[in-house]
C-alpha cells in the first residue's frame, strides 16, 4: 500500500509495553530524582537504573536509533519517532532507552567519520550506556553565526593545540569527552576551515569557567558549561573526520537531533492537551462545566488541531529520512518542524496551564519545567528565524521568476490565452447557431 497511517502490530506491542514502562516504572524516577540523569550513577541509583535498562534491551528497544551494526536494531526514524512519542513525556526515558541528546548525535557522528580506535575508545562506552558525551561548538560571542566562531586548533608537531572560548557546551560537567568545533584554517571560509576534536574532558586545559543552568534552575542543577579551552594539547589522531570537515559533521548530528527534539515535543504538546482536558471535565465555574464553555472548547480544538498539524509532519519527515538516508534531501522539513516546535508547544501549553488557574502556574503542576521547552526548542540547534529562512531557501529552489512584466496568473493574459485555446471551438459555435 502506498499510503499508510497504521503501525505494524509487532511494533504496535512494543510501544503498548514502552507506554505501560515508562509510565509505571520510570516516572517515579523524574519525581523523586530530577536533574540527575546525566550523572554517574550513585550506589543508590545504579541498582534501580541498571535493570530498567536491562528490561528495555530484552524488549529490543535499546538505542532504537541505532542501525543493527551499532547495537540497536535499525527501526530507522519513523518507529523511533513513535517511540519518542513516549519518552519524550519522562526526562529520565531517554537515558533509560539510550536515546538521550546529545549522546545520539555524538554517538552518530563518531560511528560516521571515526577511525576503529575512536570507536573502541569512545562510541563503545557511549553505546552501552557507560559514560556521556558532550558536543562543544557555540561561542560566548556567536551561536547562530559560525563565521564569528574563534576557537582556534593550531598543528604543533605530532599535536594540535586547541584555544578559545565555548557556551552552553551540554553535559560538560558530567561528560567523559567533549567534541569540539575549531578553526584550523583561518585563511579560509569557516565551512572549509574548521575541524572536530576529540578531547577527552580531564585533558589538561579543559576550563569549566562556571556550570551555567536554565531559567528555574538552581546553580548546582547548571549543566551548560562555558569552558576555557587554554592550551589544550591533543594527539594528531585526536581529528574526527578529515581536517575542514567540522561542517559536513555537523550536519550529520544536527539534523537528526533537531528531528528527534520535535519527535519528543509531540509528547509534551499531547501531556499538555490531556491534561487540559481533564480539568475542564473536572472544574465547575458560573452555572457549568468550564468543557461546556465556549472559549474553552477553540482551545481544546486548537490544541488538537495544531498537534495534529504538528504530528504529520513530524513522522512525515522522519518517513522522508528513512526513505532518502540524506538529511540534505529532507532539510527543507527538518528545518520546517524545526520551526513549528516553539510554537505548538508555547500555545499547547499555554492552554492548558491557563485552565488550571494558580494551580497552573503553581509549582505543585509540571507545567513550569513543560513552558521552558518553548523558548529552549526556539534556540537549541539553531534559532527559528535561521531555519525559516532555510525552509524559505528550500521552497524557492521550486520556483523562477515570472517571464515578463506580469504574473503568470495575471488575468488579463490568462484571459488572452484561454480566448486563443478556445477560438476554434467558440468559432465552431457561433458557426454552427
Ligand atoms: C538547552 C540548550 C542546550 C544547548 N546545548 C548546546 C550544546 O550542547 N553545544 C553547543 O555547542 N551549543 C548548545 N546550545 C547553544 C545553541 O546551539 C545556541 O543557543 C544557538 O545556536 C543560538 O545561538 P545564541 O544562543 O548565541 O543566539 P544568537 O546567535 O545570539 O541569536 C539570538 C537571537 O537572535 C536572533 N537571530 C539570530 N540569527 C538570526 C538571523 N539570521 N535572522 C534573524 N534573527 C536572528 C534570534 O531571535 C535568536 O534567538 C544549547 C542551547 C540551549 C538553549
Redesign the pocket.
Known sequence: MAWDFSTEPEFEEKLEWAREFVKERIEPLDILYPHLQFHPLSDELRPIVDPLKQEVRDHDLWAAHLGPELGGKGYGQLKLALLNEILGLSSWAPIIFGTQA?DTGNAEIIAHYGTDEQKELYLQPLLNGEVFS?????EPQ????PQQFKTLAVKDGDEWVINGW??????ARTSSFVIVMAVTDPEVSIYKGASMFLVPTDTPGVEFERHVG?TGETEEQGM?ALIHYNEVRVPADALLGGEGQAFAIAQTRLGGGRVHHAMRSVATCQKALDLLCERVLSRETQGSLLARKQFIQGDIADSYAELAQFRLLVLYTAWEIDQYQDYQKTRKNIAAIKMLTPKVVHDAVWRSMHAHGALGVSNEMPFGGMWMMAP?M?????????HK?TVAREVLKGYEAAPGLWPTEHVPAKKKEAEEKMAAYIELLVGNS
Do not use: Q, R
Open positions: 546529545p558532550c558536543y562543544s561548538m557555540t556567536a551561536g547562530s553565526d565555548k557556551w552552553f557546551s551540554s553535559n536554565l551548560h529552549i526556539s534556540v537549541v540547534d539553531g534559532p527559528t528565524e535561521v529562512v
